[in-house]
C-alpha cells in the first residue's frame, strides 16, 4: 500500500463545475499536510496548506480529518485555468521536512 | 521570490557515462531534496540533505549520490548512467522547519531536467 494515495483520474468536467479530491495517507505521524498543483511540463507548485480546521483559499477549499488520515481539495466553479495535475503531498515528524507525494489526479476543464 | 535553478532543461548522456546535475537556491534554505519523476510512478524521492555536507538516502538512492559543499548548491550524480534512469529529475528546497509553522515545510521546485540516457 502506497504511503499516500489520491483518487484516480481523470477527473474531466464541465467549466463552472464543482469538483472534489479525495487522498489518504497511511502514517498516523504525519505532522503537515498540501496541495501541490503540476501544470503540463512544469514543476510542482504550493497550491495550499491544510489545516486540521479546514481552509478556504477563493474556490479552493482542503479538509483534513486526522482520525480518518483523509485530505480533501474542493474546487468550486471550475475554470478552463484549473486543469491540471493535483498533488496531495504529506510531511513526516523530522526536522528535515521530508514530503511524501502522491501520484497526483489530473483534472481537464472544458468549455 | 524563491529561485531554484537547475543547470540544464534537457540532457542526453550515453549509456556509462558520468552525469552531474546542478542545483542553485538561492532563498539560505537549509533543505534540498533531489526527485525523479516518470509517468505512473508520481514523485519519488532520491536523496535529501539538511545541512551542508549531510545528505541522507531517499526511496530510491540506487545508482546516485549527491553533494552538498554549499548550503546553496545540491547536486545529483549519476556515477555510471543507465537507460533506467531516463527521467524528470526535479531539485527543491524548503526552510528547516520550526515546531508552530508546519507551512515552512513548503518545497519550492526548480523547473527540473529532462535526462534521457541512449
Known amino acids: 500500500r502506497k504511503e499516500v494515495e489520491q483518487d484516480p483520474g481523470p477527473f474531466n468536467v464541465p467549466e463552472g463545475a464543482t469538483v472534489a479530491f479525495n487522498c489518504t495517507y497511511s502514517?498516523?505521524?504525519?505532522?503537515?499536510f498540501f496541495w501541490y498543483r503540476q501544470d503540463c511540463r512544469k514543476e510542482p507548485k504550493l497550491l495550499m496548506s491544510?489545516?486540521?480546521s479546514g481552509n478556504e483559499d477563493g474556490r479552493f477549499t482542503a479538509q483534513l480529518n486526522r482520525a480518518s488520515q483523509y485530505i480533501s481539495l474542493l474546487i468550486r466553479d471550475s475554470k478552463l485555468s484549473d486543469s491540471a495535475t493535483y498533488l496531495c503531498?504529506?510531511?513526516?515528524?523530522?526536522?528535515?521536512?521530508?514530503?511524501?507525494f502522491g501520484d497526483g489526479t489530473t483534472l481537464t476543464v472544458k468549455p | 521570490d524563491v529561485k531554484v535553478t537547475q543547470s540544464s532543461r534537457y540532457l542526453v548522456k550515453r549509456t556509462g557515462e558520468k552525469v552531474f546535475l546542478e542545483c542553485v537556491q538561492d532563498?539560505?534554505?537549509?533543505?534540498m531534496f533531489w526527485y525523479r519523476q516518470d509517468p505512473g510512478l508520481g514523485l519519488r524521492l532520491i536523496y535529501f540533505?539538511?545541512?551542508?555536507?549531510?545528505?541522507e538516502k531517499g526511496d530510491i538512492p540506487e545508482g546516485y549520490s549527491v553533494s552538498r559543499e554549499k548550503k546553496e548548491r545540491f547536486s545529483l550524480i549519476l556515477e555510471s548512467a543507465s537507460t533506467n534512469q531516463t527521467s524528470m529529475y526535479l531539485c527543491?528546497?524548503?526552510?528547516?522547519?520550526?515546531?508552530?509553522?508546519?507551512?515552512?515545510?513548503?518545497?519550492?521546485f526548480g523547473p527540473g531536467t529532462r535526462l534521457t540516457v541512449l
Open positions: 527543491a528546497s524548503s526552510p528547516l522547519r520550526t515546531a508552530s509553522h508546519s507551512v515552512q515545510d513548503t518545497q519550492y
Open positions: 502514517n498516523s505521524a504525519s505532522q503537515s
Open positions: 491544510v489545516y486540521s
Open positions: 503531498v504529506v510531511n513526516g515528524h523530522t526536522n528535515a521536512g521530508k514530503s511524501t
Open positions: 532563498m539560505d534554505h537549509e533543505n
Open positions: 540533505s539538511y545541512d551542508v555536507k549531510m545528505k
